[in-house]
């Protein structure tokens, strides 16, 4: 299998706080790849720089072969990574179904221009644009909801139309921070069914998750983070029994 | 039944001007006049405060740079007269122009320090107007250009009050035009995105800096509109039509209105002109009618009921008289 990310000594830090440390590790495509650790270790800030929103301290970053600039948040999401948002973050004014349209942005065209003169083409654009988002609600099994405003959803109906919006930009690589968190039992098995979905369609999730079941369930590989280092990596049984790892969730004195 | 409502507001729209000129005097067709040019001004304002949520107290610079663009362009002071036609859309790209200049250094920021910078810049075009003069007289100073070219043929046996009503409703008919289409597009959705979650939209793959700087643009294309149309109506320019208490005046429509609700927008902007006018006129002879004398000065009064009015209107109504229904529309199919 082929790499479709590597990040080579990635680091952020925040005044005196190093929240990356050096974080190298490679994800391969079409895998599922969590991204553990206990809480405060770097797990979102590693989004967060992955995704350009924190400027990085340093190291660098090669997405499907290639040095990947994390200076402009939207190149990232135009060169194909999604995320979602550990508290999520949707544009709670707008219907659900606009949600998703705003997550075809970065794939469609349609200016100032177009807008106003409503030609053909851009007629068939946003066609295009509704009728992709739709089949998006419906994968995520939220079409009902289509109409209502983001903010009105329940929690776990918010979680699922923020990975609809997510997919919306059709990425290689999409990137779960905590999807499960706050969801009851048979939400969490959709979501697991739905994410062994989207790994058979073909894209590539990097999950951040504290819940160890869903965790070891889904994914092939995990990496540990605890103080913004990496501190383990590998098949999830093997993770697991890893005393270092073992000593970072119990914690030492 | 569309068909129909769309006539009955055709009818309304062109008889309105007579009707107002018979019952109650040319003055208050002048009234209607400003009222439709404030219109114009909410409107573009909404888009960069009511779509995309950058609080931009500078707005009516950009009123300025149309108003003068016009004034230059047709008027004894350089001695150019072109025609309105060409000198609109010219006037409507160089007020787009500012907006982008003017827009682009205050990109990072939000809510008040947005406020504040946008306010600056607009005093600082003011002050620009008021000062260009010397060495090269260019607007003429605190003077400010006379005798400018009307933008409608006059001596005709009809008001150019009313002629003026038919150009401006032509300009708002295209401005909510353009204002609707833009509003339901990926551009639209994109200022939205921007205004509920920054974050969130660059991470969809927005250039929030370029649909920004397209809603400053835009914003300010529509005041540059409505300042040479102003310029052209009153045949006379000053510094002094550009002060802050302008841009508050139009911020005012918005927000009252309803930020973001073309129709609420539109309404805001109707009522701040004529309500405080139709005031003006009666808290004079009311007050004699009731103490026997003038106890308040009318001005005075106006502006201490207008302070009222808004804060009675944002603590009942804080989304504006005629917000959006968004929450009906979550009940329909599309
Ligand atoms: N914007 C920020 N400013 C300052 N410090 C921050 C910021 N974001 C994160 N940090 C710090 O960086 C460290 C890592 O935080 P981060 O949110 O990445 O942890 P996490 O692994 O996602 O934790 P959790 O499981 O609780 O979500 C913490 O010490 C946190 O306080
Ligand atoms: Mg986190």
Redesign the pocket.
Known sequence: MSTLLETRNLS?R??G?L?LKDVSLTILQGEIYGLI????????????VLTGL?PKDGGEVFFDDQPLRLTHPHEVALAGIARTF?NIRLFGQMTAMENVMVGRHARTQAGIMGAILRHRLQRAEEAAIRARAQELLEFVGIAAQANRLAHHLSYGDQRRLEIARALATDPKLLAL??PAAGMNESETRALADLIQQLRAGGVTVLL?E?DVKLVMGLCDRVAV?DY?GKIAEGAPTEVRHNPAVIEAYLGTA | MKIRGVLLIATALIVAPFVVEATMGNAWVRLLDFALLYVMLALGLNIVVGFAGLLDLGYIAFYAVGAYFYALLASPHFGIHWPIWAILPLGALTAGVFGVLLGAPTLRLRGDYLAIVTLGFGEIIRIFINNLNAPFNLTNGPKGIANIDPGVVTGLPIPSTILYYYLFVVLVLLIVFIGLRLQNSRIGRAWVAIREDEMAAKACGIHTRNVKLAAFAMGASFGGVAGGLFASFQTFVSPESFGLMESVMVLCMVVLGGMGHIPGVILGAVMLTVLPEIFRQSAGPMQQAIFGTVVLDPEALRMLLFGVALIVVMRYRPAGLWPEQRHRREFVAP
């Open positions: 952020k925040f005044g706080v929240a650790g206990p809480n405060g270790a770097g797990k979102t800030t590693f989004f967060n924190y550990q921070d905590e951040i504290h983070l913004g």
